[in-house]
């Protein structure tokens, strides 16, 4: 069973600029999660998706990030316009549906603003 | 507010040394505890969940134990690959975001 992709890897932008990331979760699995994990922390969800829907945004920052799944499966997550504090490792998880206890994290892709 | 304190934040054992980790909570009505291992430069990978009061599981050589206010991964005779940052998260009733504690960075020199 192939694992949660992600892409970019790595990201490297000045404040102020705009970055997308992507996310392809495993397949089956209807709950998508993004989080933000900055360096020497534990991960943070930013939002959850089951199938299309949002069941939790509370921690997503509005004004500069948005996130979308279009037909259930891939995801987008953006910033625009980036701020220095938004460097972390961006992580997308995904969990089978009525299942959420296990989530299963991709590999992430690393931001920095500078 | 659901909260989760790890510590210590980061351990160094010799090969073979035997030690805890532990992972404190605060949650309204306990749903699930979960421990994971993180890699240097990869996403979490998953370990055990526990769902209740006085529950263990064990993979290999390590073994979670949880109680009401607390949860320990213990590990026994350490090898250097056991060496990665482990990480416990908590899920509250009728939630399905985890929180994540801060995480122990473990080193286990040969």
């Known amino acids: 069973e192939a694992g949660v992709a992600q892409s970019p890897r790595y990201k490297i932008i000045e404040k102020r600029q705009s970055v997308a990331f992507w996310c392809n979760p495993i397949s089956g699995h209807a709950t998508l999660y993004w989080y933000q994990q900055i360096l020497g922390q534990g991960p943070k969800l930013l939002i959850q998706?089951?199938?299309?829907?949002?069941?939790?945004d509370s921690q997503l920052p509005k004004d500069r990030f948005s996130a979308e799944r279009l037909k259930g499966v891939d995801s987008t997550l953006k910033i625009q316009p980036a701020k220095l504090e938004d460097s972390a490792v961006y992580l997308c998880?995904?969990?089978?549906?009525?299942?959420?206890?296990?989530?299963?994290f991709g590999p992430g892709t690393r931001l920095t603003v500078t | 507010e659901d909260q989760v304190t790890q510590s210590p934040e980061a351990l160094r054992l010799q090969e073979g040394e035997s030690s805890s980790l532990n992972c404190s909570y605060t949650?309204?009505?306990?749903?699930?505890l979960f421990w994971y291992r993180q890699d240097p430069g990869k996403g979490p990978e998953f370990l055990f969940t526990l769902y209740s009061a006085g529950e263990e599981k064990e993979k290999e050589r390590l073994k979670a134990t949880l109680t009401k206010k607390e949860s320990f991964l213990h590990i026994t005779a350490p090898k250097p690959e056991d060496s990665a940052t482990y990480l416990c998260a908590v899920q509250a009733q009728g939630a399905q975001k985890l929180v994540f504690g801060q995480g122990t960075r473990l080193t286990i020199n040969p």
């Open positions: 998706f089951q199938n299309n829907g949002v069941v939790d």
């Open positions: 949650v309204s009505g306990l749903r699930g």
């Open positions: 998880a995904s969990s089978r549906p009525f299942d959420s206890y296990e989530q299963y």
